[in-house]
């Protein structure tokens, strides 16, 4: 299948190192592989594709001398070496927190936030849109496009903006209003859809295969947009000393964010860049859209589509692309999938606030609502050190928590007014 039409770009006049180290798209369920460049399906079993590479030699010394965002693992992506010559929004190596207090409200002993939250556009998203961006250009694409749950969109329309290429976004309709907004002020061309995002997803694709030279970053560009994704896990290792963690929760959409930090943790043992070591990978969900989890709870390998209904819009995808990948990862690891009410979601958005000062958009409300749920159950190991990933700002979905908090009183401006509210 190709992702941009024949007419926008032909393989073969892809300029020699388009790709970085990457060498071929493989199939991850037959094996099959298939050269460099538009296409997103395996063309003998209509699996999914992912990037294969010739992994170079690199030294932690080598990485910790490049640029302080993505681009200084750009040897174990697929971009090009000249990477950081073309604009865009620099995304990458957010902080890695040491949450003592919520480690401790928890039980747990060692306790780290990957706080994603503080991107260009606020969320995990600009790390993969980044490197769609560049398959984009060195495709020849003409449209830079997205079916989104709302973050996605935020970064397609900025960093289109920031490479001057035309964007086009795609979101359903009831969509938060400052996701719509964050992504409004970049392009003019945003499109609601009445319907859920799997719809807007089904569209997208009906799009990508009649227009051309257009490139959907999670659609015809898929492989090489997924790959930002591994950048979360190279950064983990690294701002931990160069070693993985025990035990890391991840937030599931689609899927692909936790397989691919997965996928960056065995390329970095592969390496030598740090020790080989067990660790167990927890996927979070939220209950009104858990096809995952109810998957991983039945002890099944298939999953089985829904219909989402619930606060966390950015997670709300009810036929996940790599749900059955999370769920092999899940149990190979020794891990689990496990999701979380709305009102949950609430609680561990203020939970996260009041312990940690970080204000988390309702995807890291549900991994740390999972992350107490795995405590309280017996799942997650407490002595063992763990990190929870924040993706994206609190900010973009008020909504969720408006009608909980505010203020404690409304007082008369004298002092005998404030000490009755007994604060003093």
């Not at 799997?198 to 490139?215: C, F, H, T, Y």
């Not at 592969?270 to 991983?296: H, R, T």
């Not at 009810?318 to 092999?328: E, F, H, W």
């Not at 689990?336 to 409300?365: M, Y």
Request: hydrophobic share 40%.
């Amino acid at each position: 299948m190709s992702a941009v039409a024949p007419e926008a770009v032909r393989e073969n006049q892809l300029r020699e190192g388009a790709f970085g180290n990457a060498t071929a798209l493989v199939c991850r369920e037959c094996g099959h592989q298939v050269a460099l460049g538009p296409h997103y399906a395996c063309p003998e079993c209509f699996g999914p594709l992912e990037v294969a590479y010739a992994y170079p030699s690199i030294t932690r010394e080598e990485i910790e001398a490049g640029p302080r965002n993505i681009w200084r693992y750009q040897a174990l992506l697929p971009v090009p070496t000249d990477i950081e010559q073309s604009p865009n929004t620099e995304p990458g190596f957010t902080r890695l927190l040491e949450a003592k207090n919520l480690a401790a409200e928890l039980g747990l002993a060692k306790l780290w936030v990957k706080d994603d939250s503080t991107n260009p556009t606020n969320s995990f998203k600009d790390r993969v849109v980044a490197c769609a961006l560049s398959a984009a250009r060195e495709l020849g694409a003409r449209v830079f496009a997205c079916p989104s749950t709302g973050n996605l969109a935020n970064a397609v329309a900025a960093a289109g903006a920031r490479a001057g290429i035309k964007t086009v976004v795609f979101i359903p309709s009831n969509l938060e209003q400052p996701k719509q907004v964050n992504s409004a002020v970049f392009t003019s061309n945003l499109v609601a859809v009445d319907g859920n995002y799997d719809d807007v997803n089904k569209l997208a694709s009906e799009i990508a295969g009649e227009e051309e030279g257009w490139a959907f970053v999670n659609v015809n560009v898929r492989p090489f947009y997924a790959e930002g994704s591994k950048t979360l896990g190279y950064e983990i290792a690294e701002q931990l000393g160069w070693r993985l963690p025990d035990q890391i929760v991840i937030p599931v959409a689609s899927g692909s964010q936790l397989t691919k930090v997965h996928k960056a943790f065995q390329e970095l043992i592969k390496l030598g860049l740090v020790e080989d070591k067990p660790y167990k990978v927890f996927g979070a969900q939220a209950n009104g859209c858990s096809p995952v989890s109810a998957s991983y709870k039945a002890g099944v390998d298939a999953i089985r589509p829904v219909k989402p209904d619930t606060i966390a819009k950015s997670l709300a995808i009810g036929n996940p692309a790599d749900g059955i990948y999370v769920l092999d990862i899940a149990n190979s690891t020794g891990g689990a999938v496990e999701d979380v009410t709305d009102d949950e979601i609430r609680e561990g958005i203020v939970l996260l606030a009041r312990t940690e000062g970080i204000f988390t958009e309702t995807a890291g409300g549900t991994t740390t609502a999972v992350l107490k749920k795995l405590v309280e159950t017996g799942q997650l190991d407490p002595e063992a050190e763990t990190v929870i990933i924040n993706t994206g700002h609190g900010l973009k979905t008020l909504d969720a928590v408006s009608g909980s908090v505010g203020p404690a009183a409304t007082i008369a401006p004298t002092y005998s007014a404030f000490a009755a509210t007994g604060l003093a």
